[in-house]
């Protein structure tokens, strides 16, 4: 056990991570009830507080992640509590920003090095949830700025339940396109081909670079010389 925390604190990433893929799978029983309202709201400020953990182990600038997590939590207590709609908007465009800023610095952070260690590898998992979370909010903010934005079976009335608009995001981001989420207004389409061109470039910029990494790691432990 005492190692298994050891390990936490090392790899923050991890813990982050951990915690996201956590909550995919808590998120549809706090989706329908008050309290299960209450204790998404509860779980959102744990993952902001992970996520400022994050930024403090990486080589970003920490000032700007508090300057987007304190006006994020309090504007989300206060718009739960007081039944204000327009603060818990303001809340998730705080929150959007602040998981793409963690997003950003976490990139900065494994394009940096040159070696491969686990860390970077957790870092890897963890943007990828990272950037799926923050498309998610921006997707809640914009069916609250424009109603109907998304449908789901043909149907565009109603907004969205966050779970459905997660499983967007993870289906755009991983370019699956297994979601039954549609994007019908100009703005809504717009996020979704941003999250398309997100998801591509980070496979192809991030993770085709670690896989690089590791490969010449092996071979140099193996003695092996590249070809020609």
């Known amino acids: 056990m005492l190692l298994d925390l050891h390990l936490l604190r090392r790899h923050p990433s991890a813990?982050?991570?951990?915690?996201?893929?956590?909550?995919?799978?808590?998120?549809?029983?706090?989706?329908?009830?008050?309290?299960?309202?209450a204790l998404l709201g509860a779980f959102g400020i744990l993952v902001l507080a992970l996520a400022l953990w994050v930024v403090n182990r990486s080589p970003a600038v920490n000032w700007i992640a508090w300057l987007l997590a304190l006006p994020s939590v309090a504007c989300s207590l206060l718009g739960v509590t007081r039944q204000l709609p327009g603060l818990v908007?303001?809340?998730?465009?705080?929150?959007?920003?602040?998981?793409?800023?963690?997003?950003?610095?976490?990139?900065?952070?494994?394009?940096?090095?040159?070696?491969?260690?686990?860390?970077?590898?957790?870092?890897?998992?963890a943007t990828f949830t990272l950037l799926a979370?923050?498309?998610?909010?921006?997707?809640?903010v914009c069916q609250q700025w424009y109603p109907g934005s998304f449908s789901a079976n043909g149907v565009t009335s109603g907004a969205r339940s966050w779970m459905e608009l997660l499983y967007l995001s993870f289906s755009v981001l991983s370019a699956v396109g297994l979601s039954d989420i549609v994007p019908v207004l100009p703005q809504a389409r717009a996020l979704v081909m941003l999250e398309?061109?997100?998801?591509?470039?980070?496979?192809?910029?991030?993770?085709?670079?670690?896989?690089?990494?590791?490969?010449?790691?092996?071979?140099?432990?193996?003695?092996?010389?590249p070809e020609g």
């Open 89 to 125: 908007t303001f809340a998730q465009a705080m929150e959007c920003l602040l998981y793409f800023y963690t997003a950003a610095s976490l990139i900065g952070y494994m394009l940096d090095d040159h070696r491969v260690t686990s860390d970077e590898l957790f870092a890897a998992g």
């Open 133 to 140: 979370w923050a498309f998610a909010f921006a997707f809640s």
């Open 15 to 37: 813990m982050l991570l951990v915690v996201q893929l956590a909550g995919v799978l808590a998120y549809p029983a706090m989706n329908d009830t008050r309290t299960g309202q």
């Open 196 to 225: 398309q061109f997100a998801g591509v470039m980070y496979i192809a910029l991030v993770v085709s670079r670690l896989i690089a990494l590791t490969t010449l790691r092996v071979r140099a432990q193996r003695g092996d010389r």
